[in-house]
């Protein structure tokens, strides 16, 4: 079984920031299998980027997701005030990560 | 547009079954997608908990394999989901959603909370 870590646990920044969060699996994956989610308190997550650098149907261009093997990124180019929630990372329909939350400075 | 939306009981009491179902709209359940149930206990992180894709071949997350079942109802467009053996460790909110070549969700339903407790 694959197990995901993801790092920070929690990142503090400001609005206008670069937001860099880091998945780590406990072993090589395929690409293809690595996904990104949003969710913000009280709803469902949401889809930001699948195969680990594509992004899902109206995901703003300030999200990119990049890595292979093992080590995957997904930075937000530029925090906007809608931004601060819980990524995960997620591998073959199957593993989460426990999640970073990225929050207000 | 696609919608899903979870419905069954909220409270279901140990050691008993836990019945969930999703019905999708805007989209219908015979297609080239999977179908699947994931879960977040209270306060806590994502699980995946099963996928079923079609002829139904499913695939149970990492978690609780050997305890469930998934079924298709293609008339309702309608797929669920059955629990056996319930715990206190099963509360959670579930949600359904629409899994893109059995690897990602993209699409998912508002969630409902399922209380285990006698």
């Known amino acids: 079984e694959i197990v995901l870590t993801q790092s920070p646990g929690t990142l503090s920044l400001s609005p206008g920031e670069r937001a860099t969060l880091s998945c780590r699996a406990s072993?090589?994956?395929?690409?293809?299998?690595l996904a990104w989610y949003q969710q913000r308190p009280g709803q469902a997550p949401r889809l930001l980027i699948y195969?680990?650098?594509s992004r899902a149907t109206g995901i703003s261009d300030r999200f990119s997701g990049s890595g292979s093997g093992t080590d995957f990124t997904l930075t937000i180019s530029s925090l906007e005030p809608e931004d601060f929630a819980v990524y995960y990372c997620?591998?073959?329909?199957?593993?989460f990560g426990p999640g970073t939350t990225v929050e207000v400075k | 547009q696609v919608q899903l939306q979870e419905s069954g009981p909220r409270v279901v009491k140990p050691s008993e079954t836990l019945s969930l179902s999703c019905t999708v709209s805007?989209?219908?359940?015979?297609?080239?997608?999977?179908w699947g149930w994931i879960r977040q206990p209270p306060g806590k992180g994502l699980e995946w908990v099963a996928t079923?894709?079609?002829?139904?071949?499913?695939f149970g997350g990492p978690i609780i394999q050997s305890r469930l079942t998934m079924s298709m109802d293609t008339s309702k467009n309608q797929f669920s989901l059955f629990l056996t053996s319930v715990t206190a460790a099963d509360t959670a909110i579930y949600y359904c959603?629409?899994?893109?070549?059995?690897?990602?969700?993209?699409?998912w339903g508002q969630g409902t909370l399922v209380t285990v407790s006698s």
């Open positions: 959603a629409r899994v893109v070549a059995a690897t990602s969700a993209d699409h």
């Open positions: 805007g989209f219908s359940i015979v297609s080239d997608y999977c």
């Open positions: 079923i894709c079609q002829g139904g071949r499913t």
């Open positions: 072993q090589s994956i395929s690409s293809r299998y």
């Open positions: 195969g680990a650098s």
């Open positions: 997620q591998e073959y329909g199957s593993t």
